[in-house]
């Protein structure tokens, strides 16, 4: 439905219808890699509703020895392969505290969200068999996607310690992209808060008043029809709070959602002035999701969005 909102003033504009990111050297990456990185792994897990399917990677553009393969990775593996690529860098991301919690001396300073999207997902370009065995970039983009690769595959073998499973994840991941979606149409910000992180609820606070404001909608009508058409992982990330602990870590999984839905709005005397409740239409989006592993009681909420 978000997705939907942003095209609206385009909408409107159509008789009121309508219409369809150098990788960092080591494992986990560090803060200060963070805003360079703009390559990824574009494999995914797949799952096409109605039936969940294997893990695998299928990207037309994926290294050859995993085009159409199951990856699994020991985490002792992936701990030695990081020990080996990054000599003594740290195997998490750090997150520094703020600068006044940094004044507080040793008082503990408990974050709920590292506040922002770790290494965003963006689509590879596509490299030739030619340019990716023959030339030096080649080889550079090659040992790219292979730590890339590795840190996907390292993050899921951390989660998996904690009881994850990927069908019960993508039925919960459904489960909270419709409670969010509905929560935006009713404007239901008190409950919304629950199910996203502060940044993130600041941003869908701020959609929220700009709809009724600047576009005019006090009533949405917004239906979503399940099953979900395709959701699949398209990345996977740790981010660590503390350098001294490697266990005090964030995860982000990045999932791409398509689903066909319905929608309507309507100004404040009931008028329609976008959508149709009666078409149904198909709706790609980016979410990422995210969930601390060693706070008791954490679940997955909604962190961010990437533009499809």
């Not at 992936?78 to 195997?91: E, V």
């Not at 008082?107 to 506040?115: C, D, E, H, N, T």
């Not at 600041?202 to 058409?229: D, H, T």
Request: glycine residues 4%; charged residues 25%; aromatic residues 10%.
């Amino acid at each position: 439905m978000m997705a939907l909102l942003r095209r609206l003033p385009a909408i409107r504009a159509l008789n009121q219808t309508i219409g369809i990111r150098e990788s960092s050297s080591y494992l986990l990456g560090s803060s200060r890699s963070y805003s360079n990185n703009s390559t990824d792994i574009a494999n995914g897990l797949k799952f096409n509703s109605p039936r969940f399917s294997s893990c695998s990677y299928n990207d037309r553009n994926a290294l050859p020895w995993t085009h159409r393969s199951t990856m699994t990775l020991h985490s002792t593996m992936a701990m030695d392969l990081s020990i080996f690529l990054n000599g003594k860098r740290s195997a998490t991301t750090k997150v520094n505290a703020p600068p006044q919690a940094r004044q507080m001396g040793s008082l503990k300073v408990a974050i709920s969200s590292p506040g922002f999207i770790y290494e965003p997902y963006a689509p590879r370009d596509t490299i030739s068999f030619w340019r990716r065995w023959f030339t030096k970039s080649g080889w550079r983009r090659t040992k790219n996607d292979i730590i890339l690769e590795l840190k996907n595959a390292y993050a899921i073998v951390k989660l998996r310690k904690t009881g994850y499973s990927k069908n019960k994840f993508y039925l919960e991941a459904i489960k909270l992209y419709k409670e969010i979606n509905t929560l935006l149409a009713n404007g239901d910000k008190t409950t919304l808060r629950k199910a996203v992180t502060e940044k993130m609820y600041s941003e869908l606070k701020n959609e929220i008043k700009q709809r009724k404001s600047e576009w005019n909608m006090s009533k949405l009508y917004w239906e979503l029809i399940e099953p979900a058409v395709l959701i699949r992982t398209l990345r996977a990330r740790l981010i660590g709070v503390d350098k001294s602990d490697l266990n005090k870590v964030f995860i982000q999984l990045t999932l791409e959602i398509k689903t066909k839905q319905k929608f309507e709005a309507y100004d404040s005397k009931g008028d329609r002035v976008a959508g149709d409740k009666n078409k149904e239409i198909l709706v790609r989006e980016i979410w990422v999701f995210e969930k601390s592993l060693f706070h008791p009681g954490a679940y997955w909420r909604l962190c961010g969005r990437i533009k499809a």
